[in-house]
């Protein structure tokens, strides 16, 4: 029933508007025939063309055009007795010309605008469907977090032996288990952090924050996970040989994070044996830190993917790993203002390296 009343208000309108353009026609073509050869109101055919355009479709626009072509071509013999002269033939040539000018134009323009409507509404659809993605990945590792966390406290339950006793045999794959559930843990709240940073944006506890201490203290909680990998960490401020400070202001969690993410990626690519050098350096309007490793090197058709979303690569420096870490400190630095990037190193081996503005009171802070 619905689809009926549809159908007869859509027959209602074209018909409308189909008796306003022949209306029209009517109206230029008293005045164009009531009135001397020498007078052309044939130009007033084009609110006809464009009114089919617009309204009717492409065929109605080429019948609109036509019959405004031959009435304005009629109109040199119709009504008859007077002469025929070349300017008025030629009049008459260039204003049937300006019609058909008006009809093509009329239609590739139509034909763009449906054009762009149709890619805008492709593009929409591709948005709605990136965020229903994005939602459900949200909802789903914030879903997983739940039952991780008990598998956590229950394997720390067994290790603390509140069940029963442990032997030392059970208690090394009882902590195999633990790291692995809280590795995956750890990828889990990377991967709700990255959604909430894209969708609400990042949100910042601003203050002074010195990057030197902030770079120890991080070095020093992967302390363990460095000599795992025989890999040593070494300290550089640039052209002092004196430990000093660099003050920005900032969220000092979210960049232990940055300085934790790029010093996992730098032990996961040095050789057995090597160091991770941690260049801090103060320059005038900025603070720059820079991390070195001597791994592989990065490939020259990765650079511009490094600090893309998911992205891992395919040479052995992102071999292991979510492609997150570099993304998600891409998004703290950003947020700071800084600039985050990457290069080779030579010989061998790359260098993350990020800055931030310099927090103008830090001459006040360090003394």
């Known amino acids: 029933m619905g689809t009926l009343k549809a159908e007869l208000v859509d027959r209602k309108l074209f018909w409308g508007k189909s008796l306003l353009i022949i209306s029209l026609f009517i109206i230029v073509l008293v005045l164009e025939f009531s009135t001397p050869n020498e007078y052309v109101f044939g130009y007033l055919y084009t609110g006809p063309i464009l009114l089919a355009n617009s309204w009717l479709g ?17 109109n040199l013999v119709v009504p008859g007795g007077e002469v025929i002269k070349a300017s008025l033939l030629a009049s008459r040539a260039i204003a049937a010309m300006a019609l058909i000018v008006t009809g093509i134009l009329s239609d590739r323009l139509r034909r763009s605008e449906e054009a762009i409507a149709l890619t805008r509404a492709k ?8 965020r229903l993605r994005e939602d459900f990945a949200s909802t789903l590792t914030h879903d997983l977090k739940t039952p991780l966390l008990g598998a956590i406290e229950a394997l720390n339950a067994f290790q603390q032996e509140k069940f029963g006793a442990v032997l030392p045999a059970q208690q090394k794959v009882l902590a195999t288990m633990a790291r692995s559930h809280k590795t995956s843990l750890q990828l889990l709240e990377t991967l709700l952090d990255v959604y909430r940073n894209d969708t ?38 640039g052209d002092s040989d004196w430990r000093q400070s660099l003050w920005v202001k900032g969220d000092a969690l979210q960049l232990q994070r940055v300085f934790t993410n790029l010093l996992v990626n730098a032990i996961n690519h040095s050789r057995r044996g090597d160091g991770v050098k941690i260049v801090l350096v103060a320059q005038t309007s900025y603070q720059v830190v820079k991390i070195l490793d001597t ?29 997150l870490g570099l993304y998600l400190a891409r998004q703290i630095i950003e947020a700071h203002g800084g600039i985050i990037w990457a290069k080779n190193r030579v010989p061998t081996g790359a260098i993350f390296a990020f800055k ?7 001459s006040s802070l360090a003394s």
């Open 58 to 74: 492409r065929l109605a626009t080429f019948q609109a055009t036509l019959i405004s072509v031959c009435l304005i071509m009629l």
């Open 295 to 323: 791994g592989a090197g990065i490939q020259p058709e990765e650079f511009p993917h490094l600090f893309e979303r998911f992205y891992q690569g395919n040479s052995d420096r992102q071999g292991k790993g979510s492609g």
């Open 123 to 130: 593009l929409e659809a591709q948005e709605e469907l990136v």
């Open 200 to 237: 609400e944006g990042l949100k910042l506890d601003l203050a002074p924050v010195n990057l030197v201490i902030l770079a120890e203290e991080t070095a020093s909680t992967l302390t363990e996970l460095a000599a795992n990998r025989r890999v040593y960490f070494s300290f550089s401020y």
């Open 356 to 362: 931030l503005p310099v927090y103008p009171l830090q």
